[in-house]
Each structure stands twice: as C-alpha cells, then as structure tokens.
C-alpha cells in the first residue's frame, strides 16, 4: 500500500492541466460528444503519437515531471505518460483516479519491486461506468490485448484494492478458422473467396475501429494461409468481444509462377496460429517447459479448382496425426480430378509444454512450414 501510495501521489502532483494541454485534449476528441467515444479518441492519440518509455532505468527514482512538460517534450517514462494523460482527460472536465498495473507473473505484495511495474492505468468516471487508459496500450478492457496483469489501488481507508485483467484468449482457447475455395484459370491465375473466423487472441475489438484497420487484419490473415496474393475486397460480418467474421475476395497478384509447363500456388509460410503465439522452433533440445498464452486452435480448409485439362503434379505433403498431451497437429491433402483440397489442423491444449513433449511438436510444426508441405504444382496433363 505504501509502495502504490508514493507513486500515485507523485504522479498525481504532476497533473495540471493547462492550456497547451486542453488545446491538445480537444484537439484529439474534434467534435465528439459521447464522453466514451471522447476517451477513446483521446487514448487512441496518445497510443499512436506520444513516446511512451518503458525502460525502468526511466522510472526507478519515481520521478515525473509536469504534464505540460511531458507534453511538450512529447516523450515520457510510465509514470510521466499516465500524468499527461490525466491531465488531458480532466482538461475535457472528467473526474480521474489511478490505479497501478503490475505483471501479473511477477507480482507478489510483499515484495514490491519495480521491474513488475507495467506502468499506471488512468480510471475516467463516465455516467455509462469507469472506462480504464494505459497510455501505451490505449483503452483498457478485461479480457483485452493488456492482460495477466493486476492493477492496484487504495480503499478509502487505505487497503490495497486490486483487480486482475484476463487477456484475450485467457480462458478459451483462441480459435483461426479460414476456409475457402479458389478458382485456377486457364491462363494460371487463381480467385476466389476466403471466410474468416477469430477468437481471442487472434484479434482485439480495441484496435480495430477503423476500417483501415480491419482491412490490414483482414490482408494479415489471407497472407498467413496464400503467399502472392491480394485482397480485392472484404466486408466484415462480426465484430464483437466473442468473435470476428469476415470474408475477403482475393486474387492471385499475377500469373502464378510457372516452370516450364506448369505453376506454383504457394500455401503461407506455415501455421497461421504462430504471429500471436511464437515457438523456439529453431531450437532442437529444452530443459525447460515452453510456455503459451492460452490455448490455440486452427483449422485451415481450402478447396483448389483447376481447369479442364489440367492435373496436380504434385500437391504438399500431407502430415498424419500428431497426438501428444500437448494437443494435435495434422495436413491432409486429397485429389479428385481437378479438385485439390487442402487441410491443416493445429490444437494445442495446454498452455505449458513439457520439454519433452514439445520435441515432438517442434517436428510436426516445422514439418508444416517446409516447402514440401506448402506448394502445389499444377498443369496441363501430358494428354492435353
């Protein structure tokens, strides 16, 4: 409590407004009248434009300058970021607290110490309810992309209040579902239609309140699971907490590449799962267990239709089923006539592997990022 005391308190001596602070805080709202909507936009301003450091070498003598200060340098530790943006939001006439975030994995309230300290979240009383800033990560939500982390506060008799926020994905496994079906032409180009679905992890509703924003998550996911091509258009059916739905038109960025007689259509790079939850796949030997953020599901169905005349000369190596306590992973790819269909399944079911269980992950995952498993090489047949 004391610990949680000296920094709000010193932070709380640098929020003055002035006027240099509320030009900038009207500045970032424009014309918006919804209280929600202008701590939205005044977050989102700070996220994209402002310096956040988050070195502790920045904040170890607890130390914050002026807000005005902050402002016009236009850079700031943890604790000078949260009192620039307390000042903004009470220069738009809003009552604001503080609460502390600390790392979740770290923490331990006998012992505090800096090196948990994820910087101080600015609480905004709006009639709708407390809307929750980090400066660097914009509006706070639980379940949300700043998650496992406590935030600290004092009572008013002078207890340590907390309150834990989820991440995404946290207590339900993040789901990457892309199906589809694409459309070869006799010339060697190849369309067709993608749906997309994502949970947790996958996406963040706090982050996609532009279409530009959603156009780049939606081009983000057809380049996991198609190498060369473009996104001609999408529209998005869902967005919600639970759930994103969207369906892309895509196109070949030109002929597929050929060789000689015949062309390449190039399946991603591998696993589609592996932006939001990285493996040490260049490692071959682990002492230790391999942590994850969540549970993980993907599902990737693509259907190819080649032209009349034409034949797979060779298709990606299909992956028999790979079981382990850690879930399982497996490609399937069929041939029937000038239909070629292809399926990866990745489940990891638990958010610690073994070190020995994750040699044998490491081999399938690897095995679905080779080039033997992402290419299909397409033609006419010697008979036509």
Request: proline share 5%; net charge negative; charged share 25%.
């Amino acid at each position: 409590a004391a610990w949680v005391t000296l920094i709000t308190e010193r932070v709380q001596q640098a929020v003055q407004p002035t006027e240099s602070i509320k030009v900038f805080a009207e500045a970032a709202v424009e014309d918006e009248a919804d209280p929600t909507e202008r701590v939205r936009k005044l977050a989102g301003k700070l996220r994209d434009s402002f310096n956040y450091l988050s070195s502790a070498k920045t904040y170890r003598a607890i130390e914050c300058r002026p807000a005005a200060d902050v402002l016009r340098s236009n850079y700031g530790n943890p604790l000078e970021s949260a009192a620039l943006c307390a000042a903004a939001l009470r220069a738009l006439g809003l009552e604001v607290s503080m609460e502390v975030a600390v790392d979740a994995k770290a923490w331990h309230e006998q012992v505090p110490t800096n090196s948990a300290l994820a910087g101080l979240v600015v609480v905004a009383d709006l009639p709708d309810g407390p809307v929750r800033v980090h400066p660097q990560h914009g509006v706070v939500t639980s379940p949300g992309s700043f998650g496992e982390h406590w935030l600290l506060a004092l009572t008013e008799s002078g207890a340590l209040r907390s309150t834990y926020l989820e991440a995404r994905g946290e207590k339900k496994p993040s789901e990457i579902h892309i199906t589809g079906k694409l459309k070869v032409d006799a010339e060697g180009k190849a369309a067709g239609e993608l749906r997309i679905r994502l949970t947790g992890a996958f996406y963040d509703p706090e982050k996609l309140q532009t279409a530009a924003k959603q156009e780049a998550l939606v081009k983000s996911m057809v380049g996991r699971v198609l190498s060369d091509f473009t996104v001609a258009d999408h529209s998005i059916a869902t967005l919600s907490d639970e759930v994103l739905r969207a369906t892309a038109n895509v196109a070949s960025t030109d002929t597929l590449k050929s060789y000689g007689a015949h062309h390449v259509l190039t399946f991603g790079t591998g696993p589609a799962f592996l932006n939001e939850f990285p493996l040490p796949l260049g490692r071959s030997y682990r002492k230790t267990a391999v942590p994850l953020d969540g549970e993980v599901r993907e599902n990737v169905d693509l259907t190819i239709e080649l032209p009349e005349g034409w034949t797979a000369a060779a298709v990606p190596a299909s992956l028999s089923p790979v079981r382990e306590s850690w879930g399982r992973v497996a490609q399937v790819v069929e041939v029937e006539g000038q239909t070629v269909r292809f399926r990866r399944t990745v489940h990891l079911t638990t958010d610690t592997i073994a070190p020995d269980g994750f040699a044998t992950l490491r081999e399938a995952i690897n095995t679905l990022r080779a080039a033997q498993s992402l290419h299909l090489v397409c033609g006419k047949s010697p008979s036509g």
